[in-house]
């Protein structure tokens, strides 16, 4: 075991950046452990679940010598121990540091040894695999810590968790047991199995779940013993070793703490062949948090309690959780795959703080799915972690599908499917999409009364622009971007695999064909056909009501509601250019004449709205004269393949400046391209120019931002301002006051905190992946077709003086009829 494990730890690279906390054990919306207060020593803090809440989770070292020394590595086990002990000291460690992939966070510390040239050197290194080409690997609830050991001396190590693993009031009562297992096809180990005595079925108490089996797992040689927190860490601090005994006391979770702890000793003493006179030794050990079932859907057939897509694949969890154990060096390859290309392609697309902004934002988006579903038909299910909770939020899949575009599309279609599903049975009244299939994760009970949260234009134009951009995905064959390793590599096959030949190969390897969304164009146009009647009937709605919107909120619901958004009605009319799009790809060649002329004259229509009078940016809106916002809603344009240039005339006409707001010459018509270059090139110059301390603010209301919608802002501007934009973000992440998983709505300048609203660890981070995923949109042609941007330097705008005068000029001209302000 012990090559096994350091052969094959996926250990990330060197980082850059610092962020407030890191991702330890981040799987889903409840198996979700985070590092926090980051930037400090980890024994400063216990380990938090996403909400800030602590969770029972420490790791400590003792060294033996005249006295035991005694450090504490990770929590505060230290506040158990003794300080005035005759039998231990606590000292602690040299903390080298953290360092981050997008699936693997390490945590490095040095131990002296009775010399200057005498150390030993510990790395915790945790692994939550990201696995593009094996959905079933990824639907695992599980993740891994593996313990690193290189030295010239002895050294034993302890860990426990308790608890509040399984429940979030800790005056619930556990209970908890010792298994061991072994085969002889697979590894021997012992597992703590931990739960609630009674089980609260799909509840949650503080975004905890209150059902589910935690299972702790180690090799069978590791010591083991549960108890009192404070008598098991300080009979480790004393002896170096556990007892092998279990408390059977069962009780309330802080009722003398139980915990259930594994330990173990490097012999690392003694010089190896060769003279060296350090020595490696590794402890590998899992969580997995086990539920059955995982949500409730009011699926087509009615409401279901869905099981884990992992049970179709595996009898029980103690099988699941064998199998997991012996595939972490399956597991390690595959997202170290993944982290090794995403670093790659992040950093060439931007820097190397990019790199860092991508992976520190994988496992956040992850974390917050729940798969379920069958082989054949997978489900990926989502909750809208902070915010408010809601099930299969569509503005919070919207920001976040950049991500699942750039890793596994598929990923992407499973997210849809239940919200499709359900609205093509009937069950929701409104003749627009929904906001969300429940008000509340694990239960999406619907909506059956239509009173969802009111953001109609938002969501037919979300749903329109996600399902033309799957489609895109599937007729270039976008297969997920990390499937360079053989099928199989270093796996074992699963026992049972030939039950489901058509869907992952026997050794858990997605089958480029074998799930029912496929790819190619007669798939793409299958799957938009089997909703086409929803495609149209949310395009209708926008075609009332997406030029001119009325009162209404948008995604950015805490900014309060407002009429004739400029952002919002761009959202809407490229929805309606989608469904040209869409229709076309269905065969339906009418429909996709009359949406492209409305889509067509909307347009036009709205950059005379929606775009100030001196042409130098676009309104928060159309009646708001000396305002200004962020047209993020730009990107769809773009990612949807509508700002590609066709010929050569509209390369002559752009060299020519030619064409402007309701102008545009005959060549630029001819080319296909939707929205004019010259509104690029104005929002890149704004941006430019109102850009702050630590990003681009949300619009003239506040200071304060989204960081999702600056990148896909950023993506659709010149190199020189996206550069800059990126640069205020990562500066941000180095010195934000922030103390949640990465929040994605903060301020702009001050000490970029919260702005009174504490959004955290919410999947929309995933449009951080919006310049990886726009580089892949339309065979690369996407962003070539933005390369004119970097043609000359952004303009230089006086922001106050342009403020002011467009405010003037809307109060003198107000009154005065231009010919479209009766209809607002």
């Not at 979700?32 to 989770?57: I, K, Q, Y």
């Not at 300080?234 to 279990?246: D, H, P, T, V």
């Not at 902070?386 to 699942?404: E, K, L, M, Y």
């Not at 869907?503 to 938009?528: C, F, H, M, Q, S």
Request: aromatic share 12%; glycine share 8%.
């Amino acid at each position: 075991m012990r090559s096994y494990f350091l052969a094959l730890a996926a250990l990330a690279s060197a980082s850059t950046l610092t962020p407030p906390v890191l991702p330890l054990i981040v799987r889903n919306p409840y198996l979700s452990t985070w590092l926090g207060n980051a930037r400090n020593a980890p024994w400063e803090d216990w380990p938090m679940f996403w909400t800030g809440a602590h969770v029972g989770f420490s790791v400590m070292a003792s060294v033996s010598g005249t006295t035991k020394v005694v450090y504490p590595l990770l929590g505060r086990p230290q506040d158990s121990l003794d300080k005035s002990s005759p039998l231990y000291n606590i000292s602690y460690p040299e903390y080298l540091g953290a360092t981050f992939d997008a699936s693997t966070t390490n945590l490095t510390y040095v131990i002296p040894g009775s010399s200057a040239d005498e150390s030993v050197r510990l790395t915790l290194s945790f692994l939550s695999p990201i696995t593009p080409s094996s959905t079933l690997r990824q639907s695992i609830p599980a993740a891994y810590l593996t313990v690193f050991a290189e030295g010239g001396f002895d050294v034993d190590v302890y860990t426990d968790v308790n608890g509040e693993w399984v429940s979030g009031d800790r005056g619930n009562v556990i209970e908890w047991e010792l298994s061991q297992a072994a085969t002889k096809s697979t590894t021997a180990i012992k597992t703590w199995k931990v739960s609630r005595s009674i089980e609260q079925i799909l509840t949650e108490f503080s975004d905890r779940a209150e059902w589910g089996t935690l299972h702790f797992s180690a090799p069978d040689d590791a010591g083991h013993q549960s108890g009192s927190s404070a008598v098991l860490r300080q009979q480790f601090a004393q002896k170096g070793y556990l007892k092998n005994e279990i408390d059977n006391g069962f009780r309330r979770i802080m009722e003398e703490e139980p915990v259930f702890a594994f330990s173990k000793s490097f012999q690392l003493g003694g010089k190896v062949k060769g003279g060296s006179p350090k020595k490696e030794d590794s402890l590998g050990l899992t969580f997995a948090l086990v539920q059955d079932p995982v949500v409730q859907f009011a699926a087509a057939r009615g409401l279901t309690l869905m099981r884990p897509l992992w049970l179709s694949y595996f009898d029980s969890a103690d099988d699941l959780i064998s199998y997991h154990y012996d595939d972490f060096k399956t597991a390690s390859f595959l997202a170290r795959n993944y982290s090794d290309t995403l670093a790659l392609d992040a950093f060439e697309s931007g820097s190397s703080d990019y790199r860092d902004i991508a992976a520190l934002s994988a496992r956040q988006v992850l974390g917050a799915t729940q798969f379920s579903g069958t082989p054949e038909d997978p489900i990926l299910f989502l909750k809208e972690i902070s915010s408010n909770g809601n099930f299969q939020t569509v503005d919070v899949i919207f920001p976040a599908f950049p991500f699942f575009l750039y890793t596994n599309p598929r990923w992407l279609a499973y997210l849809l499917e239940p919200l499709l599903e359900h609205q093509l049975s009937g069950q929701y009244p409104n003749n627009y999409s929904m906001h969300d299939l429940g008000a509340h994760f694990p239960n999406a009970t619907g909506h059956g009364d239509g009173n969802d949260e009111y953001m109609p234009v938002e969501e037919c134009g979300n749903m329109l622009i996600m399902g033309l951009a799957l489609a895109n995905a599937l007729r270039y064959n976008t297969e997920p971007a990390f499937v360079s390793a053989a099928s199989g590599y270093h796996a074992k096959p699963i026992a049972g695999a030939t039950d489901w030949p058509q869907t992952v190969d026997k050794y858990g390897i997605d089958l480029p064909r074998g799930v029912r969304v496929a790819t190619g164009p007669k798939e793409a146009e299958k799957w938009l056909e089997h909703s086409y009647d929803l495609w149209e009937k949310w395009t209708g709605y926008l075609v009332r009501e997406s030029l001119i919107p009325h009162n209404q909120l948008c995604t950015d619901d805490f900014a309060g509601w407002l009429a004739n958004q400029t952002n919002l009605a761009l959202k809407g009319i490229i929805g309606i250019k989608a469904m040209a799009e869409i229709a076309d790809i269905a065969g339906k060649d009418e429909d996709a004449k009359r949406y492209r002329n409305i889509s067509d004259t909307y347009i036009e229509k709205w950059q005379e709205y929606g775009i100030s009078r001196d042409q130098t940016h676009a309104k928060l809106a159309y009646t708001w004269y000396g305002s200004w916002t962020t047209i993020y809603n730009l990107y769809a344009d773009s990612l949807l393949c509508f700002h590609i240039l066709d010929n050569q005339a509209t390369t002559q006409a752009r060299q020519k400046g030619a064409g402007w707001f309701g102008q545009k010459p005959i060549a630029e018509v001819a080319s296909g391209t939707f929205i004019p270059d010259k509104v690029y090139q104005m929002q890149s110059d704004w941006y430019h120019a109102v850009l702050q301390n630590y990003g681009l603010p949300l619009d003239s209301r506040h200071l304060y931002t989204k960081s999702d919608w600056e990148f896909f802002a950023a993506a659709v501007t010149s190199k020189k301002t996206r550069t800059e934009i990126l640069g205020t973000i990562a500066k941000w992440v180095n010195e934000t006051a922030t103390d949640r998983p990465l929040s994605d709505l903060y301020e702009t300048e001050g000490d970029g905190g919260f702005p009174g609203i504490y959004f955290m660890a919410r999947p929309v981070v995933g449009g951080h992946f919006a310049f990886l995923a726009l580089e892949r949109a339309c065979g690369g042609k996407a962003v070539e077709a933005l390369r004119f941007l970097d043609n000359k330097a952004p303009a230089m705008i006086n922001v106050g003086q342009v403020l002011l005068a467009d405010m003037a000029e809307g109060l003198l001209t107000q009154a005065v009829s231009d010919g479209w302000d009766d209809d607002l």
